[in-house]
């Protein structure tokens, strides 16, 4: 089947620190993958996407690389801020597919 | 920009109300979709539309019914609101193909 697998929260870290949020995925094709970032109250926004494998999705910092090899999207970031604290979700979905996968979120705090 | 508009933000609805969710995009999206999302469990598709008058159910479709009239506009209803039925509604579109999708700002819906 299809599923993603997001490291568990919630992710402590001061500002400035480095960031990863691990996430794999299990596909039947060959998928999409996006990470999507959800602020406190609001809905799902779009972070990055990359669509083939060793493609870089990158936006606002943050990055994430397609590794077929290792069926893995993790997502990084050199230095966060305390404005970043959110819970991102990792998220698949495959060509003639109307459908997304999506992993069961990951929340990071940052403090100051 | 794409711009997904959901009927209310909160709404608080007694048990065994019929209540009618809505939700409206402007960028003529194919598809439209209906997530839960509640702590822990990430979120949930309920069901989705890849059409006009089309629709499939998602993973959750017991309790709920939808309608999509106009290719813009997609309603969830609940026939006889439960108390399990209190959460986070999400709407989403997106094109045909397996482009990210688009979500609007959500409603909180408490049963009591």
């Known amino acids: 089947g299809n599923s993603v697998t997001q490291m568990e929260g919630p992710v402590t870290l001061s500002e400035e620190a480095f960031l990863t949020i691990n996430c794999t995925y299990t596909?039947?094709?060959?998928?999409?993958l996006f990470w999507y970032v959800q602020y406190p109250g609001e809905g799902l926004q779009l972070l990055l996407k990359a669509t083939k494998a060793d493609d870089k999705g990158s936006n606002k910092g943050f990055e994430a690389t397609y590794r077929k090899e290792t069926t893995s999207f993790h997502l990084e970031k050199g230095s966060v801020q305390v404005s970043d604290s959110a819970v991102y979700f990792c998220a698949l979905s495959l060509y003639n597919f109307n459908k997304f996968y999506f992993g069961s979120g990951t929340k990071l705090n940052v403090k100051p | 920009d794409v711009k997904v508009t959901q009927s209310s933000r909160y709404l608080v609805k007694r048990t065994g109300e019929k209540v009618f969710l809505e939700c409206v995009q402007d960028?003529?999206?194919?598809?439209m979709f209906w997530y839960r999302q509640d702590p822990g469990l990430g979120l949930r598709l309920i069901y989705f539309s890849y059409d006009v008058k089309m629709k499939e159910k998602g993973d959750i479709p017991e309790g709920y019914s939808v309608s999509r009239e106009k290719k813009e506009r997609f309603s969830l209803i609940l026939e006889s609101a439960s108390t399990n039925q209190t959460s986070m509604y999400l709407c989403?579109?997106?094109?045909?193909?397996?482009?990210?999708?688009?979500f609007g700002p959500g409603t909180r819906l408490t049963v009591t």
């Open positions: 596909a039947t094709g060959y998928p999409s």
């Open positions: 989403a579109s997106s094109l045909a193909e397996p482009y990210e999708q688009y």
């Open positions: 960028m003529d999206h194919e598809n």
